[in-house]
């Protein structure tokens, strides 16, 4: 038989971590609810083109040495 791990749902993972409420609307303190899941890159891409939103990922910054202690 195969063991099942407990599930939590990640929108009460939010909310334990960041004191962040997923579900309320900041704007009017309303109840949102989740109208899709997308899992395929195409729809995403096909959304993001359709509101005028960027759809490439955010440049990563060049790498840094690590900081210099006042005393080298």
Do not use: N
């Amino acid at each position: 038989m195969k063991k099942r791990t407990p599930r939590v749902d990640w929108a009460e993972l939010l909310r334990k971590t960041f004191d962040f409420e997923v579900f309320a609307c900041v704007r009017c303190g309303g109840r949102r609810r989740v109208l899709a899941y997308l899992k395929a890159g195409g729809g995403v891409r096909a959304i993001l083109e359709h509101l005028g939103l960027a759809t490439a990922g955010a440049r990563l910054a060049p790498a840094r040495g690590p900081p210099q202690s006042a005393w080298c």
